[in-house]
């Protein structure tokens, strides 16, 4: 990184996404060729909520990836860019009573994770068997202490073994004819992200599925893997944990289920902002005002640092002691970063964040300025608009 020229994105109107198509390509077939190098069968079901714009969508689905959805919303999203629900994976405590129903019985996999669930299935239609996916509940505290968040790391997710209340949901699985028990959900996303998490938390899993007898045909590992950075584990890494894990238990023949949303999307996509303002308030600090907002690339206001770029128009740039950049809203913590001793920014300069693809287009919140535009660039070099900027007259048609 840091070899980008302003003079690369000039034709760019800002603020601005750019969707690089090539390496979204890239994780999703180095993702493919890890799991193919193993004995498993796999699926990859891209995680909508992580990213969901159309485009990347109807790209994921042309790359050999399912949808994984988690709410009514997403379900009908997917649909929209050509999933048909044999290519939906549908988790989460958010279907809709009439998604559920027909997810099921059109054969998408569905992974129940609510009672509400368990008695929809009553109301499947007759004469025909459905495959159905049950949520298993993880505490990562007793699962594997190393990646915990403390010592009680449980989850509001699934069906606990730990009580009766997986043991209960199977029981009522097995005495309803409609249904069959077919696979098993335990995404977890742990801070270390590391591949002993996923070894252990199939380890566990096997021993649940040896402990009821069950006989299913895949087992979903969930999502939460690293993606691009050198000194972390690679997806052959993963490919390696699930293999260990799924061998030891005589658990080859299960296919294995991924959701990787960040690992896929995050180094997909830049941001590209321009300076519209620079001001002094005291003698030590530069105001700088560009037209991005950290509501676009860190809406959590989490973020302490960005991977990114500055890129100065030409004009010979004496150093500056202390520049504050900051975001286009009207919130005064609306800043992004400071620059120590650096070159001093000037209106019209542009910064270019890399990385920030993951929980960021489907986490804006339509604040002060609406969605900013989407631009897809490939290897090629060409760039298309792919989603246009929101505008007032979007948000009036909302209106009844
Ligand atoms: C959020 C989520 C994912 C994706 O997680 P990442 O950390 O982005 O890979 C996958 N599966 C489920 C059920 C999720 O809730």
């Known amino acids: 990184m840091g070899k980008t020229k302003i003079s690369d994105y000039s034709d760019l109107k800002t603020p601005c996404f750019l969707f690089d198509e090539t390496e979204f390509q890239r994780g999703i077939r180095e993702f493919q060729a890890a799991l193919k190098s193993r004995s498993f069968d796999y699926i990859i079901g891209y995680s909508v909520k992580t990213c969901s714009l159309p485009y990347a969508l109807r790209k994921a689905r042309d790359f050999g990836c399912m949808a994984e959805v988690v709410s009514r919303d997403e379900y009908q999203l997917a649909t929209?860019?050509?999933?048909?629900?044999?290519?939906?994976?549908?988790?989460?405590?958010?279907?809709?009573?009439?998604?559920?129903?027909?997810?099921?019985?059109?054969?998408?996999?569905?992974?129940?994770?609510?009672?509400?669930?368990?008695?929809?299935?009553?109301?499947?239609?007759?004469?025909?068997?459905?495959?159905?996916?049950?949520?298993?509940?993880?505490?990562?505290?007793?699962?594997?202490?190393?990646?915990?968040?403390?010592?009680?790391?449980?989850?509001?997710?699934?069906?606990?073994?730990?009580?009766?209340?997986?043991?209960?949901?199977?029981?009522?699985?097995?005495?309803?004819?409609?249904?069959?028990?077919?696979?098993?959900?335990?995404?977890?996303?742990?801070?270390?992200?590391?591949?002993?998490?996923?070894?252990?938390?199939?380890?566990?899993?096997?021993?649940?599925?040896?402990?009821?007898?069950?006989?299913?045909?895949?087992?979903?590992?969930?999502g939460g893997y690293f993606g691009i950075f050198h000194n972390k584990p690679t997806f052959r890494d993963y490919a390696e944990a699930f293999n260990q894990a799924l061998h030891r238990n005589g658990l080859d023949q299960l296919q294995i289920i991924i959701e990787p949303g960040n690992a896929l999307t995050a180094s997909s996509f830049k941001f590209l902002s321009e300076v519209i303002d620079v001001k002094r308030v005291d003698s030590k600090t530069r105001f700088v005002t560009t037209d991005g907002s950290r509501n676009d690339i860190d809406p959590f206001f989490r973020k302490t640092n960005y991977l990114k770029e500055i890129l100065y128009k030409e004009g010979n740039r004496p150093i500056e002691p202390f520049q504050v950049i900051g975001g286009c809203s009207c919130l005064e913590y609306d800043r992004l970063f400071t620059l120590v001793d650096s070159p001093l920014i000037n209106i019209g300069d542009r910064i270019l964040y890399n990385n920030v693809g993951a929980y960021t287009l489907t986490l804006s919140p339509l604040f002060i300025r609406l969605w900013p535009r989407v631009y897809s660039i490939s290897r090629e070099r060409d760039k298309k608009v792919v989603r246009r900027e929101l505008n007032a007259s979007d948000i009036i048609n909302f209106d009844s």
């Open 80 to 222: 929209l860019c050509g999933f048909n629900p044999q290519k939906i994976i549908y988790n989460g405590p958010m279907k809709s009573y009439e998604t559920f129903i027909e997810a099921v019985s059109q054969g998408a996999i569905v992974n129940i994770e609510t009672k509400r669930e368990l008695k929809w299935l009553d109301e499947l239609p007759d004469g025909q068997v459905y495959k159905i996916g049950l949520r298993l509940n993880i505490n990562i505290s007793h699962v594997s202490p190393e990646d915990a968040d403390g010592d009680d790391d449980n989850s509001r997710f699934g069906f606990s073994d730990e009580t009766d209340e997986f043991c209960d949901a199977v029981k009522l699985i097995s005495s309803n004819p409609k249904v069959h028990l077919a696979g098993l959900h335990i995404h977890r996303t742990t801070h270390s992200r590391s591949p002993r998490f996923y070894e252990r938390s199939i380890e566990y899993a096997a021993q649940v599925i040896k402990k009821y007898d069950l006989k299913l045909d895949y087992l979903d590992v969930g």
